[in-house]
């Protein structure tokens, strides 16, 4: 009998081992450089568990990983416009209240003001910001030691070898957008017409746009483009291929983006999740990996005050009638 029992231990041995060794697997989807192996791994440590994040190549793809089902992820990481869009389609659970952060308050840092969407701060936590500027090759052209202005691209006088070599999205509701924070202007749901400044702001900037197809790295090593309006994470990633790019941010005004997180709906690991957040408000002045993003304590960016930068959301309504005249625009 007692053989028996011996052999049954010695069969058990391996099993009892592993279990009592068994960790739990944080899946988290996110964009390349946005924490450092650092953090994890201290998370990791503190709470006896295994993180494991899985990369997205464009902000485009979240949905369809979540739909597609392949992986349980319980975390997700994007800009706040795709947080915003999976809320509302029930892909992410709202956040527990000990997790919603009493700091995160209006005014003590510009940068954490609230979105329409999060008003609460239930819905997701955010932590980094990403500014909207120019992008130009500083190594055929230098500019004038000015203040950073939004009408550099729209100035053929002043830049002309930037002439019809600027890029800007295509997207025509992005063009507005830029042109409205550049002329100060507003369009609301009841405006029947575009803002003529805004209007004569925009035909300018048709003039001064390349239009080009293809990656903007190409573009630049090309010689096809000049300088480009992009967020200032997309200029250190071209900057990795194209060396002599030189970033600024408009000093008056301009619009930011953030990076945030949210719990998926169906994540398995939700106590961890929610720990995980908490672990992020307590280090997130220490998340920045190779500068892509700003820390939310920044007051000012290069001369530009944070405090007069707008929250970027190209989901806000437009009037079907300035859809139109914007549409008629571009036909021309």
């Known amino acids: 009998m007692s053989q028996f029992f011996i052999f049954a231990i010695t069969l058990l041995f391996p099993f009892i081992a592993h279990s009592a060794t068994y960790k739990p697997i944080l899946n988290i989807l996110a964009p390349i450089g946005v924490m450092s192996p650092k953090i994890i791994s201290q998370f990791e440590e503190d709470n006896q568990c295994n993180v494991r994040i899985e990369f997205v190549g464009s902000r485009y793809e979240y949905e369809s990983r979540l739909r597609?089902?392949?992986?349980?992820?319980?975390?997700?990481?994007?800009?706040?416009?795709?947080?915003?869009?999976?809320?509302?389609?029930?892909?992410?659970?709202?956040?527990?209240?000990?997790?919603?952060?009493?700091?995160?308050?209006?005014?003590?840092?510009?940068?954490?003001?609230?979105?329409?969407?999060?008003?609460?701060?239930?819905?997701?936590?955010?932590f980094l910001a990403d500014p909207m500027g120019i992008a130009y090759n500083k190594k055929n052209f230098i500019l004038k030691q000015t203040q950073p202005s939004w009408d550099w691209i729209i100035s053929p006088d002043e830049i002309p070898y930037w002439r019809q070599r600027i890029y800007v999205s295509n997207f025509p509701k992005h063009q507005l957008l830029l042109a409205l924070l550049a002329t100060g202007k507003e369009i609301t749901t009841a405006s029947w017409f575009i803002p003529e400044p805004t209007l004569k702001?925009?035909?300018?900037?048709?003039?001064?746009?390349?239009?080009?197809?293809?990656?903007?790295?190409?573009?630049?090593?090309?010689?096809?483009?000049?300088?480009?309006?992009?967020?200032?994470?997309?200029?250190?990633?071209?900057?990795?291929?194209?060396?002599?790019?030189?970033?600024?941010?408009?000093?008056?005004?301009?619009?930011?983006?953030?990076?945030?997180?949210?719990?998926?709906?169906?994540?398995?690991?939700?106590?961890?999740?929610?720990?995980?957040?908490?672990?992020?408000?307590?280090?997130?002045?220490?998340?920045?990996?190779?500068?892509?993003?700003?820390?939310?304590?920044?007051l000012n960016y290069e001369g530009s005050a944070t405090k007069n930068w707008v929250p970027y959301d190209d989901d806000i309504p437009i009037p079907r009638r300035i859809e139109n005249i914007l549409n008629d625009f571009y036909k021309k």
């Not at 700091?103 to 329409?116: D, F």
């Not at 790295?217 to 250190?236: C, H, M, P, Q, T």
């Open 201 to 298: 702001w925009l035909q300018n900037l048709k003039l001064q746009s390349a239009n080009i197809d293809y990656p903007l790295e190409l573009a630049f090593l090309g010689n096809k483009i000049e300088a480009a309006v992009i967020f200032r994470s997309d200029y250190f990633r071209l900057k990795k291929v194209v060396p002599d790019l030189k970033f600024v941010v408009p000093s008056k005004v301009t619009y930011y983006d953030r990076i945030g997180i949210a719990i998926v709906s169906d994540t398995v690991q939700e106590a961890l999740a929610q720990n995980f957040i908490k672990y992020l408000n307590i280090k997130k002045d220490s998340l920045i990996v190779n500068e892509n993003y700003l820390s939310y304590n920044v």
């Open 68 to 126: 597609a089902g392949l992986r349980n992820y319980d975390l997700v990481i994007s800009d706040e416009r795709i947080l915003q869009r999976l809320f509302l389609q029930r892909q992410l659970r709202s956040l527990n209240e000990d997790v919603t952060f009493s700091a995160n308050v209006a005014g003590k840092y510009p940068l954490q003001v609230k979105s329409r969407l999060n008003s609460d701060g239930r819905s997701y936590f955010t």
